[in-house]
């Protein structure tokens, strides 16, 4: 899942439709335009644009807002008895209907929206085979750390755990950084069946900071990509 997929472009360039239609009006004249029509019309959907393309929070909350905002201008508009025309109405609502529906998918909002499924894509991975001490319920398991980064691991194990479950972690270092063993609290956040790929990918939850240094220093330094 690190390609976005067409689809998530093209509901995204949808609401290029909103500057489109404001720069048609203005070049003909139909109406003064305020600060605000300018900010509607042209500033959030460009955000909006960008935030949903560059897959962020900010793309997310940027949509609801303009929903909100859009659909309050329209029903003013058009239920105020100025007679306007019936189509931009429609093609708001078909542009509302098609984007809501898409990105407020579970699918899609949780994997491209939830900062708590990002974090192994925001931070580089690497390759390796140190032992991995594992606690959960004070059940002691000692799966392999597959890779890591400076936000979590995978780990290969048949000890597969449900998703959201709390660990507690130690990697042993081979070579002492400041803490000879890694410890710290680990989240499930994703569980892979596959035959062969059979394990969990682990968030790291807010280790003590010569933990954290320890972690950046050896995935920068003494891990081979």
């Not at 972690?169 to 070579?175: D, G, S, Y």
Request: with cysteine; glycine share 6%.
């Amino acid at each position: 899942m690190r390609r976005r997929p067409i689809s998530l472009f093209i509901c995204s360039l949808m609401f290029l439709y909103f500057p489109v239609e404001f720069c048609s009006r203005a070049l003909s004249n139909q109406g003064n335009f305020s600060g605000i029509d300018l900010c509607l019309s042209v500033i959030v959907p460009i955000i909006l644009l960008f935030g949903l393309i560059r897959v962020s929070r900010m793309g997310w909350y940027t949509l609801v807002a303009l929903v909100a905002l859009w659909g309050f201008r329209d029903l003013h508009t058009y239920y105020d008895g100025r007679g306007a025309s019936l189509w931009p109405l429609l093609a708001h609502i078909l542009i509302y209907v098609v984007s809501l529906v898409y990105f407020i998918n579970p699918r899609i909002r949780h994997l491209y929206f939830d900062p708590k499924m990002r974090w192994w894509r925001i931070k580089r991975r690497y390759e390796t085979h140190l032992p991995f001490i594992m606690n959960q319920a004070e059940h002691w398991h000692y799966p392999i750390l597959r890779n890591i980064s400076e936000g979590g691991c995978f780990i290969e194990t048949a000890h597969l755990l449900d998703m959201n479950s709390l660990i507690e972690i130690a990697i042993p270092l081979p070579v002492p950084l400041g803490v000879p063993v890694i410890r710290t609290q680990g989240e499930v956040r994703w569980v892979s069946k596959n035959p062969l790929r059979h394990g969990m990918g682990v968030q790291f939850r807010a280790p003590l900071p010569e933990h954290q240094r320890a972690i950046k220093e050896y995935v920068r330094k003494h891990v081979l990509t």
